[in-house]
């Protein structure tokens, strides 16, 4: 079982945004970020998984652990109801963020992912340091 840990972050929103994902592999410890210009804290969010999920196998059992809502609600739930209505969410507006989406729920196909949301900023050391790393991406624009 792989348990990976994401998070974004921006400065301002918009504004220099991060990414962050802790991939563990069987005590295995990958960390990963990046960094955007003009960008915001929910395309961070996204960006966190799709980069985690490039860097492992497919066909993998995986756990993605995630303070997003957004990302979590969005990939198990929204996500279905988006593509039955060919992208337009239920105001009948334009998914943002959609290419984004799009490569996500691609990428989730080719494993086994149970997604968890945990609470941001209550303790969970993994989460603490995944949001540091991200924080420190978006600094370094």
């Not at 079982?1 to 504004?15: A, Q, V």
């Not at 945004?17 to 592999?25: E, F, Y």
């Not at 799009?102 to 603490?128: C, D, R």
């Amino acid at each position: 079982m792989i348990k990976i840990y994401t998070d974004g972050s921006c400065l301002s929103n918009p504004g220099n945004g991060g990414w962050a994902a802790i991939i563990n592999n069987d005590g295995n410890i990958l960390r990963i970020s990046g960094s955007e210009k003009n960008t915001t804290n929910n395309k961070m969010e996204l960006m966190a998984p799709i980069r985690a999920l490039q860097k492992i196998s497919s066909n993998e059992q995986v756990e993605i652990y995630t303070d997003s809502k957004y990302v979590e609600l969005g990939i198990t739930e929204w996500v279905h109801k988006w593509i039955k209505n060919s992208w337009l969410t239920s105001k009948k507006e334009p998914v943002k963020n959609k290419e984004l989406w799009i490569e996500l729920y691609n990428l989730t196909k080719s494993f086994k992912i149970k997604w968890i949301w945990v609470k941001a900023h209550a303790g969970n050391p993994l989460n603490e340091e995944v949001d540091l790393l991200a924080k420190k991406a978006a600094e370094s624009n």
